[in-house]
């Protein structure tokens, strides 16, 4: 991914990637960072900032003890409360001004990182099922079941847009797995046939669903 990263991008990532080295190889892309990094992480305090984050510095392992080259980050703690369970999280971020970047705002930020994980279980867990691998045998049958997982997916999620501006809610309110059992109900009603696919450039292509391959479906 690093040589893609340029001045003007910010690369979040999780508290298990951080690493001296590999913090300073995308520091050097141009792009800002913004990490989580395990709460036992030494951070000395440099200087309180008045949003409530601070300056400190980071250092690679042979200069760890003695605090040679210091390399200046700026740290944001703070709590999310859930179930009676305070998580503390600690963000570090190339980004050193507190009038340009709010910690409050990097916080909100970092959280949205989580909707892809959210998606991959949407997809994975609920819409596949935990147990189901795909049965194609070629890569071809691979790459159009794949496709028929996301279209579907998207369906959903545009659905659920749909139906969340219709009713003024905010569309992260919504629940997937309700949203995916409704559409499974619907689905028997419902008429339907398998799109034609063709391979680009080639005048042979894989057989339609309709041929003996089973389509990809919701439920």
């Known amino acids: 991914m690093f040589p893609q990263l340029q001045e003007g991008m910010l690369l979040l990532a999780d508290r298990g990637f951080y690493g001296f080295e590999l913090w300073q190889a995308a520091r050097d892309s141009g792009a800002d960072l913004l990490w989580r990094v395990r709460k036992s992480a030494v951070l000395p305090v440099v200087q309180d900032l008045g949003d409530g984050s601070y300056l400190s510095t980071v250092h690679a392992e042979r200069d760890r003890k003695s605090r040679r080259i210091p390399v200046v980050v700026r740290v944001i703690e703070y709590t999310l409360a ?6 503390v999280y600690r963000l570090l971020t190339t980004l050193l001004d507190p009038d340009e970047a709010p910690a409050q ?3 909100a930020l970092y959280a949205q990182r989580w909707e892809i994980e959210t998606t991959l279980d949407e997809i994975k867990t609920h819409q596949r099922g935990p147990k189901l691998i795909l049965r194609s045998k070629y890569p071809w049958g691979v790459e159009q079941e794949i496709y028929g997982f996301l279209l579907v997916h998207h369906a959903i999620r545009q659905l659920m847009h749909q139906s969340a501006l219709h009713e003024d809610l905010d569309p992260d309110r919504l629940s997937f ?16 046939f398998p799109p034609r696919y063709r391979f680009r450039g080639s005048a ?11 389509s990809p479906s919701c439920c």
């Open 82 to 87: 859930r179930s009676g369970d305070a998580t």
């Open 105 to 107: 705002e990097l916080a």
């Open 177 to 192: 797995t309700r949203s995916l059992r409704i559409v499974c109900r619907q689905v028997p009603a419902q008429a339907a």
């Open 204 to 214: 042979m292509g894989p057989p339609a669903f309709g041929s003996g391959m089973t």
